[in-house]
Each structure stands twice: as structure tokens, then as C-alpha cells.
């Protein structure tokens, strides 16, 4: 895994790209797409449930020792006011939903 102020810089860049916007997403689900390697940060996110549809992916809250590995069919929720940064282990899709429209 890569140290976080590395992770933090790939991921400014990686929205920047994506220019997704969470604002007004309330229980809309959201398509990402990744390539290994690549990382996505849903910033300050008080409840998030994401669905990984293909690949794997690695997921953390900045700031905690907490980390989630999932696989295609899995989905997990993250509760707790952080940033959460989701980093693709290998190409990678996966939907995320404010709130969990997506593990429902």
C-alpha cells in the first residue's frame, strides 16, 4: 500500500479527472471505473456504502488503521465523518451510494 501523503496527492489528481461531484447525491448511485492502481477519495463522507462490481478494491478512512478489501459481489458501508480513499488492486468498477442505496 502506498503512505498517505503519496495516496493523498494521486487522489487530487484522480478527481480532478473524474470531476464527479458529490454535492445534491443524496441515495444516487454513482458508477466509478479505475484502473490498477488508481485511487478515488469520497471526501468528508458521513455514510457511504459501496458495491465493487468487477476487480478488487482496497478501501480506508484517512486517518484510521481501518482498511476493507473487497471483490466483485462484495459491498461494505463506511461510517465515520472521514475521507475515504478507494484504490483499485486491479482494473476495477464499482457503484457508491449517499446514503446506502447501494447494499440494499
Known sequence: MLAIDKLQKMVIVM????????????????????????????????????????GSL??????????????????VEVNGRKDVIVEALTSSHFEFALPSACCA
Open 15 to 54: 478527481e480532478q479527472v473524474s470531476g464527479i461531484s458529490l454535492a445534491n447525491q443524496s441515495g444516487r448511485k454513482q458508477l466509478i471505473n479505475l484502473l490498477k492502481r488508481d485511487c478515488f477519495r469520497v471526501p468528508n463522507c458521513e455514510h457511504i456504502s459501496i458495491r465493487c462490481l468487477q
Open 58 to 75: 482496497w478501501i480506508t478512512e484517512l486517518r484510521s488503521d481501518k482498511d476493507i478489501v473487497i471483490d466483485a459481489g462484495d459491498c
